[in-house]
């Protein structure tokens, strides 16, 4: 049996346990627990020396648990840092504000073109077109964690290029 038929099979044998025991464990929502488990087979898949473990099934459900609890770390730093921020809200808008404000849509636009093709592509279907991490990781047939990282950086780029125009 190949290496990658193996881990379907594991992976089909165990999915409905593996999917109940993440949903109650972390008390994830429907879509967060197929994401989870799509990521763990992504990962248990690029795994090479799953041949050579005594336990292939608890490297599985490790594998899924360790993600679980990397996706409650985020969601809860995420959570921490909007609190912490203050959205005073803008009764009105001068002039001078709104065209500073198209100057530097402008400068974004501007750099967004000069970033890589699959980090441009990538925060403009998140942005632009409003798809979810998970669509865009069917459409460009990429793991969730990789349109994540690729988000990130797009966004640490464009905040470092708009620090620079200041």
């Known amino acids: 049996m ?3 038929s193996y881990i379907v099979k ?3 044998s165990h999915y409905a346990d593996l999917r109940a025991l993440i949903a109650y464990k972390f008390k994830k929502q429907h879509h967060d627990v197929d994401d989870i488990l799509q990521d763990a087979f992504h990962n248990v898949l690029r795994a090479e020396n799953l041949d050579q473990l005594d336990n292939p099934k608890a490297y599985l459900y490790q594998t899924a648990s360790n993600l679980a609890l990397n996706r409650i770390r985020k969601q809860k730093y995420h959570e921490k ?4 921020q203050d959205f005073e809200q803008v009764e009105e808008v001068s002039p001078e504000q709104i065209v500073i404000s198209r100057r530097a849509l402008a400068d974004v636009c501007e750099s967004i073109e000069d970033f890589p093709e699959k980090y441009r592509r990538t925060f403009l ?3 632009v077109e409003g798809k979810t ?3 865009i990781s069917l459409e460009l047939n990429i793991a969730e964690s990789t349109v994540e990282k690729h988000i990130i950086k797009t966004l640490k ?3 470092d290029r708009l620090q620079e125009l200041e």
């Open 125 to 127: 279907l998140s942005r």
């Open 10 to 12: 594991l992976f089909e």
């Open 81 to 84: 840092y909007l609190a912490s």
């Open 133 to 135: 991490y998970k669509e």
């Open 2 to 4: 190949s290496h990658s």
């Open 157 to 159: 780029f464009l905040r």
